[in-house]
């Protein structure tokens, strides 16, 4: 089992920036993935970034060059939110694979086994 948990997030300014940090506990894996969805009432969840054990990251088009995802190892990942507009608003949750990714990165939910509790994001006009 391995449980994570986010921290970060808050209310924030259109335009601003902040960074969610996540903390993986338990049989972590350093060959696995690891990423962020997020997910607004009422709609499915949406894939936001992933990186690969080897440092490959992956991003979904609405936040490709303003988001800017990193790992520490298998225990921390970081997502860095620059240019938030409102329709980022959403909680954030990290995930984890229990597969090996190396040179390329999951998008989808069903690929990550572990998902932390989530951190609510939300960008004011």
């Known amino acids: 089992q391995v449980q994570l948990v986010e921290s970060g997030g808050g209310l924030v300014q259109a335009g601003g920036s902040t960074t969610l940090s996540c903390a993986a506990s338990?049989?972590?894996?350093?060959?696995?993935?690891m990423g962020w969805f997020r997910r607004v009432p009422g709609k499915e969840r949406e894939f936001v970034a992933a990186?690969?054990?080897?440092?490959?990251t992956g991003y979904a088009d609405v936040v490709k060059g303003r988001f800017n995802i990193s790992r520490d190892g298998a225990k921390y990942t970081f997502l860095q939110m620059n240019g938030l507009k409102p329709e980022d608003t959403a909680v954030y949750y990290c995930?984890?694979?229990?597969?090996?990714?190396?040179?390329?990165?999951?998008?989808?939910?069903?690929?990550?086994?572990?998902w932390g509790q989530g951190t609510q994001v939300t960008v004011s006009s």
């Open positions: 995930v984890t694979t229990v597969d090996s990714w190396f040179r390329n990165t999951p998008s989808h939910p069903v690929q990550f086994r572990y």
């Open positions: 338990g049989d972590t894996v350093g060959s696995s993935a």
């Open positions: 990186i690969s054990s080897l440092g490959i």
